[in-house]
């Protein structure tokens, strides 16, 4: 029963500020030509550095749908510093996950997240400038085959229509990204970090994660953390359990960093794009910021002494309004409808005996 009450104080942190970030994201959507934001990536140097790194802070890409629009931008003309700097700081923002990191922690971190993605894609970036400027047009020729979102069959979740269309009809797509196809690509992985976080708060003992805040406990969440994909607003609420018990807020800002930014599949295939050794560059560059970012974001925390009661744990001992009871109700109901329509059918389909499966991505 206590299990089921702390994830229910999860689920109603998280879904009305979750619910405005993907009702955001489809307005960046819809109203954001993502062609001009190509065009004005394929620029090198610095300032294509600085424009990837900035305007993959908002986009409400997860990790393995922003590669094929990355891959476009590569084919575009876009240099590996600009297409390693727009993988990394999309991925690890967004509106949604902003959003969603107010609600459930505090404002130093809602402000400190996009910073440090964009610092971490920044440092990428100017990684490539200074070791790999050398594009690898033979290899992107040579691998230049249609590559297509692993959140499903689309080409990306960014994909929109070129055509005129009416002004009620692009809000009516508004709402189908927002609330069907954008929850459809992380609904999985959203629900697995909302029950994790509730089984953290129910069945770990208060300050039983203080000794990762350390050295080693960094290097340990970094070692997991690479090699492993969770979705930015999945992360939200396992940072913000993880704090509650103990763990230090810069140490959970590497959750939130590198678990979204890396993960072996996508690294497997950006590869054949910006070679092996840029790969290389953004994952030293990702654990190198992120790492350098915890110390300083510890120190902020008890320099400035900013309390760690995060809205996670504010919101158990606050009266719900009925604006937050509605948006709750309606997140729970597209959530299931996600798991039961897309999810679970997957799932039997992987089941079936002496049946050859295609998997549909990392997102799932």
């Known amino acids: 029963m206590e299990f089921l009450l702390a994830l229910w104080k999860y689920t109603l942190t998280a879904a009305p500020f979750l619910m405005l970030g993907l009702f955001v994201s489809g307005l960046i959507h819809v109203f954001?030509?993502?062609?001009?934001?190509?065009?004005?990536?394929?620029?090198?140097?610095?300032m294509g550095v600085l424009k990837a790194s900035f305007f993959g802070i908002p986009l409400p890409l997860c990790s393995c749908a922003v590669v094929p629009t990355a891959v476009t931008l590569?084919?575009?003309?876009?240099?590996?510093?600009?297409?390693?700097?727009?993988?990394?700081?999309?991925?690890?923002?967004?509106?949604?996950?902003?959003?969603?990191?107010?609600?459930?922690?505090?404002?130093?971190?809602?402000?400190?997240?996009?910073?440090?993605?964009?610092?971490?894609?920044?440092?990428?970036?100017?990684?490539?400038?200074?070791f790999n400027s050398k594009d690898s047009e033979e290899t992107a020729?040579?691998?230049?085959?249609?590559?297509?979102?692993?959140?499903?069959p689309k080409k990306s979740c960014s994909s929109e229509k070129t055509e005129k269309e009416s002004?009620?009809?692009?809000?009516?797509?508004v709402f189908k990204f927002s609330f069907f196809e954008l929850i459809d690509d992380f609904?999985?992985?959203?629900?697995?970090?909302?029950?994790?976080?509730?089984?953290?708060d129910f069945i770990v003992p208060p300050n039983f994660f203080e000794s990762l805040s350390g050295w080693t406990g960094k290097l340990i969440i970094l070692g997991i953390g690479i090699p492993l994909y969770i979705c930015a607003s999945a992360t939200t609420p396992i940072a913000a359990s993880l704090v509650m018990k103990g763990m230090s807020p810069g140490t959970s800002l590497l959750i939130l960093l590198v678990g979204p930014a890396t993960n072996v599949s996508n690294l497997l295939v950006i590869a054949q794009y910006i070679g092996k050794k840029g790969v290389i560059l953004n994952i030293i560059a990702i654990a190198a910021v992120?790492?350098?970012?915890?110390?300083?974001?510890?120190?902020?925390?008890?320099?400035f002494a900013w309390?760690?009661?995060?809205?996670?744990?504010?919101?158990?001992?606050?009266?719900?309004?009925?604006?937050?009871?509605?948006?709750?109700?309606?997140?729970?109901?597209?959530?299931?409808?996600?798991l039961l329509m897309k999810e679970l059918p997957k799932l039997i389909n992987k089941l079936k005996p002496n049946k050859e499966v295609k998997s549909s991505g990392c997102c799932g």
Not at 32 to 46: A, C, P, Q, W, Y
Not at 290 to 303: M, P, T
């Open 187 to 200: 609904a999985f992985w959203l629900t697995l970090g909302i029950v994790a976080g509730a089984f953290i």
């Open 290 to 303: 992120a790492l350098g970012l915890s110390f300083v974001v510890d120190y902020l925390y008890v320099s």
């Open 74 to 130: 590569k084919k575009n003309g876009a240099s590996n510093s600009a297409t390693s700097s727009f993988l990394i700081s999309t991925p690890e923002s967004g509106v949604d996950s902003i959003a969603m990191t107010y609600g459930m922690m505090d404002l130093p971190m809602t402000i400190i997240r996009p910073v440090a993605a964009f610092l971490s894609a920044f440092a990428a970036g100017v990684l490539q400038i200074l």
């Open 167 to 173: 002004f009620a009809s692009k809000v009516s797509r």
């Open 32 to 46: 954001v030509s993502t062609d001009r934001i190509k065009k004005s990536l394929g620029g090198k140097g610095i």
């Open 141 to 152: 020729s040579k691998n230049a085959q249609e590559v297509t979102s692993c959140c499903g």
């Open 307 to 338: 309390p760690l009661n995060f809205n996670i744990h504010e919101h158990a001992h606050a009266h719900s309004s009925w604006l937050e009871l509605s948006l709750t109700i309606a997140f729970i109901m597209l959530l299931g409808k996600s």
